[in-house]
């Protein structure tokens, strides 16, 4: 048993993985919807957004989620359950029955590193929101204004014996589910937690509707003025795309190796797009309006966005103590559900080369990324000084996976399944014969999705040593 309900599968045949099954089609928009919502929407749409000047950036986003994102998660599913392993033994695999090169395992090599990177610093903020459930439960925010929750969080990032705790806290309840099988927590946190999550944005955009600048809000998100966005900016979009829908590195392949071979792809992977950015929206329209009403604070504040404007939200509402902190408990659930799913290609990986327990590669898989997550921890305060390129260590963390690691593996993937593949894999398990469908899937992997990511990256290194 490991992931879910999966039920325990012995045998590696055709259509069942070693790893276990998701028990219906249910599950896995369940597990993917659990994957891709997390700190991608709450705490990360909203500080690049303001930090990119809104409207436009939300755009572009929009717009690489629908051409590029959905294909590439179509792809990346379908590629796992024809493989039915871990991405880099399915790549493996599918390059053999393909007659293909070798190197396109790199794929899979290049998720596992990019999967390290990004939980060594996710279980870090995640941390910031664990121990945000306790401080809003402590009361500390009632009638807080914007200096006061600033003045809160700044004590917060300076101080790294807490960060390093928080960060520990996470890390071990991540490493605690992977390590055990996920066996219900899964399930019950994705079926029943994330609607009462989007339940409280809701309930949040409504406050921020009352009390905030609503108006001025809606517009920074929804008005465009393309003279705010620089290739730099469309570069975070494009990568903040993949991130979101935990594309571009074997988190979705992974669990696409345990999709029942009669669910349709294309239904479930649009139904998990169209949640996650409902979700990321929301937070927007929740914490925009707070930050326009608020003085002192600014659309562009940073990672520490979303800790300094919701506070401010539960602090001056009844019952805010309570509902601030089932709020933090709630998105820490999201988080834990998105931190299982990064660990899952290294996983299966080390369990098939080596025939390793699971446990035994969770808990050495977590230490690492652990012993990397200091880095970051140290980022907000003792080294925050210590620069490369103008980057703090969880800057260059950042960058590194989101914004390179992400849409290479994305433009590969684009190219594999679309270029490379035996023709007759993708027709079989996308099942939508020849017609319309399958040609603008097609199209959009083919040619929209690499033509897409690769212009996008020239314009930006262009920029960037043009300047
Ligand atoms: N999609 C997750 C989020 O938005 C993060 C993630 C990225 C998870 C990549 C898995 C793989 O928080």
Redesign the pocket.
Known sequence: MTIGTLTKGTVVADDVSRHGMWSSRLLFVLAATG???????IWKFPYITGENGGGAFVLVYLLCIAAIGIPVMMAEVMIGRAGRQSPINTLRTLVRDSNANRSWTIIGWMGVAA?FL?LSY?AVIAGWAVSYTFRLGSGVFDGATGAHTSQIFDGFLGSPGSLLFWHTVFMAATIFIVARGVARGLEVAVRYLMPILLILLLGLVGYAAIYGDFARGFEFLFSFDFSKLSWGGTLTAMGHAF????LG?G?IMAYGAYVPSKASISTTVFTIGALDTAVALAAGLAIFPIVFAVAGLEPGDGPGLMFVTLPIAFGNLPLGAALGCVFFLLVSFA?IT?AI??TEPVLTYLVERYDAKRWIVAVVVGLFCWLLGIGTVLSFNEWSGATLFGLTFFEVVDYLSYKIMLPLGGLLIALFAGWVLAKRIVVEQLGFGEGTKWQLWNAAICVIAPAGILIVFAYSLYETFAS
């Open positions: 994957s891709a919502v997390g700190l991608g929407n999967g990004i996710y991130f979101t829908l935990s590195m988190a988080a998105s799913s990064l």
